[in-house]
């Protein structure tokens, strides 16, 4: 590590002529604000590095902002980041996030300095509210020592039972919002809703006000779909809310509709025309339909939206939402000198600590299980690789040439290749080896998941040749994101395969009770057969949607990973319905689980297990809040105990 040590400041200041190379301490010219007094602290810590080098504490640094006042930003070139990844986020296809894994996330979102986390749609289910009051319970109310601490926000239907709901799931956390949205566009009104404007007016009035009577003093309004709203219809419903006391507004480009000078344009004219508009805080909601929602956003800001709404990795329905890496860099390059205009100087700023971005991307990408591309901006695999040879001539020179950012201020600590110290990582490799590469590759894990993934690491390192790279040891952590409580483990496995013979699986598993079971099962091929007596034993009724795999890399020893997405059958034991937060429809979740292993058999067992054991965790939990499964799941199927005389032969 000396050898970041000694350049990490050097690295996040170079620049060129025309451009500067971001660093943090660009916005510490902000004043420190008073800290809002706060019942009930618990104190976290400034700073979350144990280095004791003054170059690596200044990248920790949390970042200065404004005394938070729901309706109000004392400083007027403040810009409040949102985020959504836990509830819009987690709705895109095949997201299913565990409330353990949400409860990371939130931590990980506040070390990264958000203002508010929308924590979920508390309505759609039980395990939904638990999670959304677990967080505002533990994240809502681990206040850090600089004062800051993370609103907590449930969303909601404009109708009294699911603000309610929302409240009771929030009201714990220090700074508790609720957001409530009715749909505003002609269409969505007539075909979605079959309601009158006025009668959508009223509904949102009261929604409103209902919130406010359960004693909530921070209420965000949607009107769904304002991008193809008519605006003096806006002009009208918002200005109703205002009055009934909502403190933020948040527009909606919600399928990704408007062209950014269009989008900047609508908020100019909220501004001007809405009553009461300078009593509230504007916010934007971009979807990233036609790859706008960065751009979008960034041209609220510019015409004064002081609340952007995004996720990490830009996750979210269809083709996503704005990524909140793209905004914030964004705003901390250009923040200075590109928005002048709104209300302020023009010199927009966020708090927002960008050292925690790559490990809460890659914390986001393991648990929902939706790797970024790899020329996605700012946290693909590629955003700072230079293959050409000019690039490489210049990058020698000057990183600045090819570098507007350094991957240092973004948590990716670049050095020379094994760490920096000539460490390659191999079968005696220790446990601090493979810590601090992981470190250096943004991955901050709590000892009990470096355990589990060292323990997976030898392991494989007993098998493959020549050490571990980089690939490998992300493909580690991915098979590790699902290890916590787990239920069943593949303990056992054998396959025959064949042209002339009938593809057969023995799998041996150790369940909850501990006991170990084993099933033999045939199938079309091998991987068929390994699931079909994995079913059995888990007394399991599951369509598998989605089954994908990769080389990790190259060679004939190189590691599989392999993903796969589940979905419970509606007609079996396992069913979990869970409520759309725009559609209002009840639909089936969705688990994922990955896998690594230089058995591609293996690697595809223990992907499937990992998916499996999320349906089943979660099953519990329902079961524990009061919910009704069927008594024909009950985590153990027709399986024989190690003991027993033979296994149980199943053809499907």
Known sequence: MRIYAASLLVALTTSSSTTTAFTPSLQLVHPTPTSRSIARPRSRPLHSTTSHDPAIQELYKRRPRPPYIPNHIPDPDYVRIFDTTLRDGEQSPGATLTSEEKLEIARNLAKLGVDIIEAGFPIASPDDFNAVKRIADVVGNEVFEDGYVPVICGLSRANEKDIARAWDAVRGAVRPRIHTFIATSEIHMQRKLNKSPEEVVEIAVRAVRFAKSLGCDDIEFSPEDAGRSDPEFLYRILAEVIEAGATTLNIPDTTGWNMPWEFGELIAKLRENVVGADRVVFSTHCQNDLGLATANSLAGALNGARQLECTINGIGERAGNASLEEVVMSLALKGGEQFKGGPGTGKLYTAINPVYITPTSKMVAEYTGMKCQPHKAIVGANAFQHESGIHQDGMIKDKSTYE?????????????????????????????????????????????????????????????????????????????????????????????????????????????????????????????????????????????????????????????????????????????????????????????????????????????????????????????????????????????????????????
């Open 404 to 652: 507007i950012m350094t991957p240092e201020s973004i948590g990716l600590m670049r050095g020379e290749s094994q760490s920096g110290a000539g460490i390659v990582l191999g079968k005696h490799s220790g446990r601090n080896a493979v810590g601090t590469r992981l470190r250096e590759m943004g991955y901050d894990l709590d000892m009990d998941r470096l355990n589990a993934v060292f323990a997976r690491f030898k392991e494989v390192a007993e098998k493959k040749k020549g050490g571990l790279d980089d690939d490998d040891l992300e493909s580690l952590v991915a098979d590790q994101a699902g290890s916590s409580n787990v239920l069943w483990k593949v303990t056992g496995l054998q396959v025959t395969t064949g042209l002339s013979g009938i593809p057969t699986a023995t799998v041996k598993m150790m369940g909850p009770d501990g006991v170990e079971r084993f099933v033999s099962a045939t199938g079309t091929g091998p991987v068929d057969a390994v699931y079909k007596a994995i079913d059995q034993i888990m007394g399991v009724s599951v369509i598998l949607e989605t089954y994908s795999m990769n080389s990790v890399n190259e060679g004939i020893e190189a590691l599989a990973s392999t993903r796969v997405v589940i979905v419970p059958n509606s007609e079996g034991p396992n069913e979990s319905l869970k409520l759309d937060a725009q559609s209002g429809q009840l639909k089936e979740r969705k688990f994922t689980g990955s896998g690594s292993d230089t058995d591609i058999i293996t690697s595809s067992a223990r992907a499937y297990v990992t998916a499996l054991n999320k349906l089943l965790q979660w099953q519990i939990r329902r079961m524990a809040n009061g919910t009704t499964v069927s008594d024909s799941s009950d985590g153990i199927g027709n399986a024989v105990p190690v003991a027993g005389e033979g296994p149980l032969i199943v053809s499907k």
